[in-house]
């Protein structure tokens, strides 16, 4: 339930972020955070998402000085999203193994 919900808090403050205030064509990364936060939300290839969503909101929270704080603890609650899957499926995969 907890990994659930980190995912719809992540989510929603990505498509926000995107959305909230018209943005100039070059602001890509935003767009490119807001496809990962669907993704993310979705549930599909989370490993990988959660450290692509990560790295763009790292990079977003030092290319601007708007939201750094802000990016920075969403790109903190993404690490964990894709961390904790993959762990949870590393788990899962010695389980199998043993029986």
Do not use: N
């Not at 935003?30 to 993704?39: I, Q, S, T």
Request: hydrophobic share 60%.
């Amino acid at each position: 339930m907890g990994l659930l919900l980190l995912r719809m808090v992540v989510f929603s403050y990505l498509i926000y972020d995107a959305t909230a205030v018209p943005r100039p064509p070059q602001d890509l990364p935003r767009m490119l955070a807001a496809g990962a936060g669907v993704l993310l939300f979705l549930g599909l290839w989370t490993p990988a998402v959660g450290g692509i969503a990560a790295a763009l909101e790292f990079w977003l929270a030092f290319s601007s000085a708007r939201d750094f704080w802000l990016s920075l603890m969403v790109a903190m609650a993404c690490l964990p999203t894709g961390f904790l899957t993959l762990l949870l499926a590393a788990i899962k995969l010695i389980g199998d193994r043993r029986r």
